[in-house]
Nanobody
């Protein structure tokens, strides 16, 4: 089993930057992807950004140019640097790890609130 723990959320003003962190612990086998999803009130959960263990990244259109995902494979940690935050970014952000051999795991989420 794998445990994911997120941190870094909080209340920030528009235009401010924030960095989220997620660390995976447990048994992780083979190639995998780690990513950040978010869910705003009344909306479906959506992918924000993902990154494979090989370093291939994928971003939602809303995140391109503002957010940067990175990972440290030795620490099984993924980061999401969020710049120029907008009100629309307000959501619970969930960390995810998926691997064919590892399985599919989710963190409990960290709340990001963007408000004046």
């Amino acid at each position: 089993q794998v445990q994911l723990v997120e941190s870094g959320g909080g209340l920030v003003q528009p235009g401010v930057s924030l960095r989220l962190s997620c660390t995976a612990s447990g048994r992780i086998f083979g190639a995998n992807t780690m990513g950040w999803y978010r869910q705003a009130p009344g909306k479906q959960r959506e992918l924000v950004a993902g990154i494979s263990s090989g370093g291939i990244t994928n971003y939602a259109d809303s995140a391109k140019g503002r957010f940067t995902i990175s990972r440290d494979n030795s620490k099984n940690t993924v980061y999401l640097q969020m710049n120029s935050l907008k009100f629309e970014d307000t959501a619970v952000y969930y960390c995810n790890l998926w691997g064919l051999l590892s399985g599919d795991y989710w963190g409990k989420g960290t709340l990001v609130t963007v408000s004046p």
